[in-house]
């Protein structure tokens, strides 16, 4: 049954001059996780759950865009029309072919002003007006409850190696450089990062939930509109893409807007050596929790579901004194849940593991000491030879991104080519991003790094990002995906390197080893003896036992 929020939505339309009305899974912050009371998209959409995606209600149509991680998903979650982006069509594509000269609104607190700017540019050639809703629509359409957050605290600098003070003097600096007076901080991981403050709000995404601003002498205060309202006539940064159209609406009012770059992205992605510490030693503790649970799996698969797969990985977590919280909901599936990208496993889903061939399970935890993210995938039945093909296939992509290197100068888009070379040369794919940045506690997926054939960043020395090429089969109903963390190593002055931070066993029953190049072989020998000399150590006897043969079959 449709929610009401999407009745009063439909009964908005009609009642004003808009035409439609488009809903994104954004809150205010912009971000990829919120507090648990914004459900907004899923609400409208009648149960839709995914981390991203825009929904357009007219009146006649209810569409719903997504990319290709939440397709099937989508489907079986919501009433919408569901159109898979860009493979199907676009927001600007649609809209242009079907409402020609109508007036679409928009919550402007949930939008930023890029996208604001982009999009209607977009939408411009067939005459369609991008309009935001004035805050007293937003009000009575998406009422916002007071946040209060109580349960902060400070980020010790033993793990974040840096203080606050040295801090806020990088950001000092770049406000000298571009002749600004004040920078205002939009994004809350990084007001978190500058003030070495974390929260367990919504313990995934572990951020004060704050906006800030700082000036040219280094002081920070939250933003509020008493503060803007002293800050006449000066010259204010504001990143664009990471500013809301409505607070843009707000700060214009009383100072001049310099658009630039948000400085913190690049400071924070840039891990310095005592982070870069700490994060290997919580990779460290994450590869024997999950070595742990492969042995665990080996032994008990006949009955395991994919919720016990998730209860068990935070058990073993919880042994660490360092554990915090996942860092993401585990994503445990067999079957056609695997074909879905992000599936999350629940009681009207719960599988038993055994009921297809393969079990992928992507997982990750926050340690005090750094944040992981890896997924492995393994045979819990008789895999076919098809799955096998692309089981090497994905690890060959793999493999080769991980053995890349790239100039200091150069962005990350043949790094990209080498995960999917493998793949495409028998005409599949997938068709999600091969990497992200990873936080220091904060985010799971951060930006800058990224690995992806658009991409504009480039690579610095210190940067920790993912490693996940992938593929789904909707219809022979399987999903693969291989992913570790590495670390970018400058190498001389021209050249980055990458370092495995995760050292979790392939599998080699789903490996055929005569598809591999002879350096490919030699990079899983090297990776596996690793395994032995670096987390056997710290298994038990019954496990080192287990996984044996899972390290001595690349020897």
């Known amino acids: 049954m449709p929610h009401s929020l999407y009745k009063q939505i439909k009964q908005f339309i009609s009642e004003t ?45 209810n569409i719903l865009f997504v990319d290709s991680r939440y397709t099937l998903q989508a489907k079986k979650q919501t009433f919408f029309k569901v159109f898979e982006v860009p493979s199907e069509t676009t927001p600007s594509a649609w809209i242009k072919q079907h409402l020609k000269g109508k007036k679409i609104a928009f919550d402007p ?6 996208w604001y700017l982009q999009f209607s540019q977009m939408l411009s050639s067939e005459q369609i007006e991008l309009s935001p809703l004035s805050k007293e629509e937003t009000e009575k359409l998406f009422p916002q409850k007071q946040f209060i957050q109580t349960d902060v605290f400070d980020y010790d600098v033993q793990y ?6 040295d801090k806020k003097n990088e950001i000092v600096k770049f406000l000298q450089k571009d002749n600004l007076d004040c920078f205002v901080i939009t994004s809350p991981e990084n007001v978190s990062w500058l003030l070495n403050k974390r929260a367990g709000t919504v313990s995934e995404y572990p951020v004060v939930f704050e906006q800030g601003i700082i000036d040219i002498y280094g002081h920070y205060e939250p933003l509020n509109i008493k503060r803007l309202s002293h800050l006449k006539g000066k010259r204010i940064g504001v990143d664009l893409s990471q500013t809301s159209y409505a607070l843009y609406d707000i700060i214009k009012l009383f100072a001049e807007i310099v658009p630039v770059q948000d400085p913190i992205n690049k400071l924070k992605a840039i891990k310095n050596k005592i982070e870069i510490a700490n994060i290997k030693q919580a990779c460290l503790s994450e590869s024997k929790t999950i070595c742990r649970f492969l ?5 008990n698969k006949s009955h395991i579901t994919e919720m016990q797969c998730d209860f068990y990985l935070k058990q073993l977590r919880c042994e660490d004194k360092l554990y915090f919280a996942d860092s993401f909901e585990t994503i445990a599936a067999v079957g056609e849940h695997a074909a879905r990208a992000h599936y999350r496993a629940d009681e009207s889903s719960d599988t038993l593991i055994t009921t297809s ?11 005090l000491n750094g944040t992981t993210d890896m997924t492995r995938t393994i045979a819990v039945g008789q895999p076919s030879d098809m799955m096998k093909k692309r089981y090497t296939q994905v690890l ?9 290197s790239l100039k200091v100068t150069d962005t990350t888009a043949e790094m990209d080519k080498k995960a999917h070379h493998w793949l495409r040369l028998d005409n599949v794919d997938y068709h999600h991003g091969t990497s992200h940045g990873i936080g220091m506690f904060l985010a799971v997926h ?13 690579m610095i020395s210190g940067m920790v990002f993912s490693n996940e090429p992938a593929y789904y089969d909707s219809e022979a109903g399987y999903g693969i995906r291989l992913e570790n963390m590495l670390l970018s190593v400058q190498q001389d002055d021209e050249t980055l390197v990458f370092e495995n931070l995760l050292f979790i066993p392939f599998d080699y029953r789903l490996v055929l080893f005569d598809m591999l190049t002879q350096e490919q072989k030699n990079w899983l020998k090297h990776y596996h003896k690793q395994i032995e000399e670096r987390i056997f150590p710290l298994l038990d006897a019954e496990t080192k036992k287990i996984l044996k043969p899972f390290v001595d079959a690349f020897q």
């Open 17 to 61: 001059d808009f035409d439609g009305i488009l809903i994104t899974r954004f809150d205010s912050f912009l971000g990829e996780y919120f507090p648990p009371d914004v459900t907004c998209l899923k609400n409208v959409t009648g149960g839709f759950s995914g981390s991203a995606g825009l929904a357009l209600i007219t009146q006649d149509d």
């Open 109 to 114: 607190r949930k939008h930023s002003v890029t």
């Open 160 to 165: 974040s190696g840096q203080s606050v003070s």
């Open 295 to 299: 042995s665990w799996i080996e032994l």
């Open 357 to 367: 061939a393969l079990l992928l399970v992507d997982t990750g935890g926050h340690y």
């Open 396 to 404: 060959q992509g793999h493999i080769d991104l991980a053995m890349s």
């Open 446 to 458: 951060e930006t800058p790094p990224v690995v992806h054939e658009r991409d504009t960043h480039g």
